[in-house]
């Protein structure tokens, strides 16, 4: 059964009953990690939206949320 629950920001979240969980591959970012400082927080920032939008889907990682942003941090050297 498929249940509607409130988020924080007040937009109902859909909860299928069984979830698809997503192991990769998930985007690197290593290769940005020469450009501007200010670029590199963008692309954190992409990231993370990215990682939410699939998440208020139903998706469901296989990386933790601490692991990821862990591994974005240091890909980004931020």
Same mark, same amino acid.
């Given at each position: 059964?498929?249940?509607?629950?409130?988020?924080?920001?007040?937009?109902?979240?859909?909860?299928?009953?069984?979830?698809?969980?997503?192991? #990769?591959?998930?985007?690197?970012?290593?290769?940005?990690?020469? =450009?501007?400082?200010?670029?590199?927080?963008?692309?954190? #920032?992409?990231?993370?939206?990215?990682?939410?939008? =699939?998440?208020?889907?139903?998706?469901?990682?296989?990386?933790?949320?601490?692991?990821?942003?862990?591994?974005?941090?240091?890909?980004?050297?931020?």
């Amino acid at each position: 059964m498929i249940g509607s629950v409130e988020s924080t920001t007040g937009i109902p979240v859909i909860k299928p009953a069984t979830a698809c969980t997503i192991a #990769g591959p998930w985007p690197t970012y290593g290769n940005f990690r020469t =450009l501007p400082e200010r670029e590199r927080w963008v692309l954190y #920032g992409s990231a993370k939206a990215y990682r939410e939008s =699939l998440e208020r889907q139903g998706f469901e990682m296989a990386e933790t949320y601490d692991a990821f942003i862990r591994r974005v941090t240091e890909e980004l050297d931020i």
